[in-house]
């Protein structure tokens, strides 16, 4: 294992702990705390976007009410790229060599659907159609498959992420 794999497979969690941090603040002690930290920030901002989201369709709702909830998204969405980016510079930290393939998304962008997908899912685990339930769990178990093979591949050096 070269030096820049050891370096992040230390420190980069796996997505059963992203998953936790999703519901819980991490540990500070723990080696990825940044990493876990911004993933349940990422997770509240989603679970407050998918609210002013579903509050902007609400029948009768007045248009200064609709701009105050798209003005909380658009508040929310800078959150958002604030949180992939510290995602982003805590993996770049750990990763000194950049390989010959270059994966579509950053760490943090993954980080980022996964609490969007997971904030959907718990949305939908309140109604009564346990089709809805069960796609969502399904997509955000896949996706935090996706994650721990991205982490696997960055860390043995087959594979990069983009440097925005």
Not at 149 to 163: C, F, H, K, M, T
């Amino acid at each position: 294992m070269n030096s820049h794999a050891y370096t992040l497979a230390r420190q980069c969690p796996d997505a059963d702990l992203v998953l936790r941090a999703f519901r819980h603040a991490p540990e500070p002690s723990l080696p990825a705390a940044v990493l876990l930290d911004a993933a349940h920030g990422l997770a509240t901002v989603h679970e407050r976007r998918h609210g002013f989201s579903n509050a902007r369709r609400e029948p009768g709702i007045s248009d200064h009410h609709i701009v105050a909830c798209l003005s909380k998204i658009d508040e929310i969405d800078c959150a958002r790229a604030e949180l992939v980016l510290e995602i982003d510079q805590f993996v770049a930290r750990a990763v000194s060599e950049h390989p010959a393939f270059l994966h579509t998304e950053s760490v943090g962008a993954v980080v980022d659907r996964m609490a969007l997908l997971w904030a959907a899912m718990n949305s939908v685990a309140v109604l009564p159609d346990s089709e809805s339930a069960h796609r969502s769990a399904c997509a955000v178990a896949e996706l935090a498959q996706a994650y721990d093979d991205l982490i696997g591949e960055i860390a043995s050096g087959r594979r990069g992420v983009p440097q925005w």
